[in-house]
T-cell receptor, first 119, second 109 residues
Framework: GAGVSQSPSNKVTEKGKDVELRCDPISGHTALYWYRQSLGQGLEFLIY????????KSGLPSDRFSAERTGGSVSTLTIQRTQQEDSAVYLCASSLRRPLGAGGLETQYFGPGTRLLVL | KNEVEQSPQNLTAQEGEFITINCSYS?????LHWLQQHPGGGIVSLFMLSSGKKKHGRLIATINIQEKHSSLHITASHPRDSAVYIC???????????FGKGTHLIIQP
């Protein structure tokens, strides 16, 4: 079946503009994660969705970053007033989250990422 | 917050050599993940383990929960194994993965 897809694959924008990054998880996966991979910081967690709710937003670096998920499927990560330090690869992953008490252990499947360059 | 340390940071070896990459973490976890990333490529999950040992082809992953340590082994290494190998942990109070900085592996023919 289809894996996790992300769009656009590349995005170049000017400092101060807003950008929207999209993630289509694997069908049926209830858990969705956003991560960021930058040269200086490596891979870091941004936000986690279980269904449409985001119980863990602890990784969002500032209030310029927001994300939503609709219909338990597609998610959008929005960065407002982009800064040069936002330049990175933004990765989405999904997993089949088991209920609490069943271990909650699952493999995360990563999308190809969106490479964002802020000029 | 969990701290994940990997070693070595860079590793160059000859084809056929036995490869070991190490990972240690600071607090209790639900699971440890080994990921692979080829240059310019996406991230692929190789293993997820919470105890013991797992094997897939030429790859073996082990974990020692008491010592908070895991190893990834590659037997009969091949140039196509050249990639960045990333250790990540889940649990320990966080929903997302916490990552190590990765090991850049080059296998020369």
């Amino acid at each position: 079946g289809a894996g996790v897809s992300q769009s656009p694959s590349n995005k170049v924008t000017e400092k101060g503009k807003d950008v929207e990054l999209r993630c289509d998880p694997i069908s049926g996966h209830t858990a969705l994660y956003w991560y960021r991979q930058s040269l200086g910081q490596g891979l870091e967690f941004l936000i986690y969705f279980q269904g449409n709710s985001a119980p863990d937003k602890s990784g969002l670096p500032s209030d310029r970053f927001s994300a939503e998920r609709t219909g338990g499927s597609v998610s959008t990560l929005t960065i407002q007033r982009t800064q040069q330090e936002d330049s990175a690869v933004y990765l989405c992953a999904s997993s089949l989250r088991r209920p609490l008490g069943a271990g909650g252990l699952e493999t995360q499947y990563f999308g190809p990422g969106t490479r964002l360059l802020v000029l | 917050k969990n701290e994940v340390e990997q070693s070595p940071q860079n590793l160059t070896a000859q084809e056929g050599e036995f490869i070991t990459i190490n990972c240690s973490y600071s607090v209790g976890i639900s699971a440890l993940h080994w990921l692979q990333q080829h240059p310019g490529g996406g991230i692929v999950s190789l293993f997820m383990l919470s105890s013991g040992k797992k094997k897939h082809g030429r790859l073996i992953a082990t974990i020692n929960i008491q010592e908070k340590h895991s190893s990834l082994h590659i037997t009969a290494s091949h140039p196509r194994d050249s990639a960045v190998y990333i250790c990540a942990v889940s649990g320990g109070g966080a929903d997302g993965l916490t990552f190590g900085k990765g090991t850049h592996l080059i296998i020369q023919p």
